[in-house]
């Protein structure tokens, strides 16, 4: 079937499987492996990506679910050039042992952010419970976006 | 897992496809326990799928005179924003902030939790207590209501043929003096299966338990109203809420089993322990409130 939407704001046609999922529509298809697959089975986030906005577990959604629909990966949020403010903020707190879990904690925090600009302790870590990290780095992830949370800094994206 | 995807514009589109695909085609509103089934192999490859989660009809949340309806693809993060349901119901808010992430919450529908029927479904037992029925819409048959009890047949089984759609589950407001309790035992306080679950709604009049309704998930193959415990406590005096011979009974309306989660002595220790805690919070809370 023919897949038509945008990823990263970037209009995109495809054809694809009627039957693939997104993580494997966005890494193997369109090469973007900074959306990473961990479980697949929805347990640990690491495969999440925005859908019209609101973060999703790509292993779970089925391409065609994006039809029409706007496409944001980690890959449209920041570079190593051009960082999120987000990511800066998750380098400077140390806030990433093996790294691997990273881009989906950073898809998760930008749209907490982007909803609540001034989240409390307890609506950061709510809002990134759908998110693991194995290495269990949780409190410097946890501080470091408390600490954007706290300051003007952050710029809706 | 499937030769073509379906993405109808209407509830009318929707109910033909299913219609003419039958047992070839098999609904998906979120997905995120369907994917799961078909890849796991549990769900044998169908021809087609269509997707409902987009059919303005099932996207709404109404409250009309006493009655609440609430869409089947209304998804559990509209459920937790919803300011009508947060003013009114806050049990459904409380069991949908207690399944998976909020990855999964902007996706999972309130009518996947329901149809999908998985005995430990966080859903179910805020429903039940409502007393909730839901509505199923087809092509050849006339549209049909049954209340959610009979709905739920067994562990993954519902009563609903090929060709129809879960379009609404509804309820009748509660007295606003209604008291709720929702309370999940899981190992990690996100991301879980409940080892049990349990909802009670209760009103209290005069210094007496004047209404309850209990309803615990994840210890018989349905979640399931505890009427057996729910007749004994209704009519008393909220003094006598901590007598523990209340709630023995429980071992009539639960059947838990043992797995690789829980055991059942466990299940059935919890299961009477914290319904007990439970109540005595709740008339407590009536007495100093």
């Not at chain 1, 494997?24 to 479980?39: A, P, Y």
């Not at chain 1, 998110?131 to 003007?152: D, F, P, W």
């Not at chain 2, 409250?63 to 459904?92: C, D, M, R, Y």
């Amino acid at each position: 079937m023919k897949l038509n939407f945008s990823v990263n704001q970037k209009p995109i046609s495809l054809e694809i499987k009627a039957d693939e999922l997104l993580v494997d529509v966005l890494r193997e298809r369109l090469g973007l492996t900074g959306t990473k697959i961990s479980c697949r089975e929805g347990e640990c986030g690491a495969c999440t990506v925005w859908i019209d906005g609101l973060p999703v577990n790509s292993c779970l959604i089925p391409a065609a679910k994006a039809q029409g629909r706007s496409v944001t990966t980690i890959e449209g949020l920041g570079c190593i050039e051009k960082p999120h403010p987000v990511q800066e903020r998750l380098a400077k707190y140390g806030a990433s042992q093996c790294g691997y879990c990273t881009p989906g904690f950073v898809m998760t925090a930008v749209a907490l952010l982007n909803e609540n600009p001034d989240p409390s302790h307890a609506e950061i870590i709510e809002g990134l419970e759908g998110n693991l990290c194995r290495c269990t780095g949780y409190v410097k992830i946890i501080e470091a976006v408390e600490s954007l949370a706290q300051s003007s800094e952050f710029v809706q994206s | 897992m499937w030769n073509q995807y379906f993405t109808p514009n209407s509830l009318d589109e929707a109910l033909h496809l299913t219609h003419q695909y039958q047992e070839r085609a098999c609904l998906l509103a979120g997905g995120t326990d369907l994917i799961l089934d078909f890849s796991s192999q549990r769900y044998s490859p169908v021809e087609a799928v269509v997707d409902i989660s987009c059919l303005p009809e099932l996207r709404k949340i109404d409250l009309q005179g006493e009655s609440i309806t609430i869409g089947s693809a209304v998804t559990l993060s509209q459920i937790i924003g919803s300011e009508l349901l947060n003013n009114n119901v806050p049990i459904l808010v409380a069991a949908a902030k207690q399944i998976g992430g909020p990855q999964i919450r902007n996706v999972a529908t309130i009518g996947g939790n329901v149809v999908n029927a998985s005995p430990a479904a966080d859903m179910i037992p805020a429903l039940l207590v409502l007393d909730s029925k839901v509505s199923i819409g087809s092509l050849s048959g006339k549209a049909r209501q049954i209340p959610l009890e009979a709905f739920l047949l067994g562990n993954r089984k519902v009563d609903l043929s090929f060709g129809e759609i879960v379009t609404e589950i509804c309820f009748t407001l509660p007295d606003s003096m209604t008291q709720y309790y929702f309370h999940k035992v899981q190992p990690r306080r996100a991301m879980s299966i409940a080892i049990l679950n349990l909802a009670i709604l209760m009103i209290v009049q005069d210094q007496k338990i004047a209404q309850v309704k209990i309803a615990m998930g994840a210890v018989a193959p349905t979640a399931v109203r505890l009427k057996s415990v729910e007749s004994e406590l209704t009519n008393i005096h909220i003094q006598t809420a901590a007598n523990p011979e209340l709630y023995t009974e429980i071992s009539q309306d639960i059947v838990p089993i043992s797995d690789f989660r829980a055991s059942r002595e466990y299940r059935l220790r919890v299961a009477r322990n914290l319904l007990r805690e439970a109540i005595i919070g709740m008339v407590n809370s009536i007495k100093t409130g």
